[in-house]
């Protein structure tokens, strides 16, 4: 297994601590204040963000893509993002029907990939997505981190970006639906 691979595997294995850290603090397990938790996951899914970053730089600069690479590495994003969204709406600070849009969008997609792929077709991850996911990560760092407890403000910003991420992530739906037309109708 090669270093990317490795570093895909890891941030599967971190989400674990990941939601330990978060539900766990929240629910009082750790003793003390949950803010200490609250950083620590925070702190988790960050290290988890960034291998995300690297194992593909490094994969693309080495020439190091892998079959196990192409599955895995979406769909260890997609778990990392969809428990920490769990885990949010669990602890009330991002509403449910928003996570639904959100992980339905992920599964559409999915989906749709596994479709083209059998046909040897590649749907390559778009703009739209890649500012998608952005959003979505840093929607759910300033979820798990309620910062508008010490500034209210906060708590707008935080909104403000929520209703960005899901609407990129419409967006970025139909951006995937409309250029690859020809996967749905079978016309490849």
Sequence with gaps: ????????????????????????????????????????????????????????????????ITNFGKFMDPLADKLLVSAAMIALVAMGRIPAWVVIIIISREFVISGFRLVAADNRVVIAASYWGKFKTTFQMVMVCLMIVDLSRFWPWMGVVTDVIMWIALALTVISLGDYLVKNKAVMKGKM
């Design 1 to 64: 297994m090669n270093l990317p691979n490795k570093l895909t595997v890891f941030r599967v294995i971190l989400i674990v601590p990941f939601v330990v850290a978060l539900l766990g603090g929240a629910a009082g397990w750790f003793g003390g204040n949950p803010l200490y938790s609250e950083i620590a996951a925070l702190a988790i899914f960050i290290i988890a963000s960034l291998t995300d970053l690297i194992d593909g730089k490094i994969a693309r600069k080495y020439n190091l």
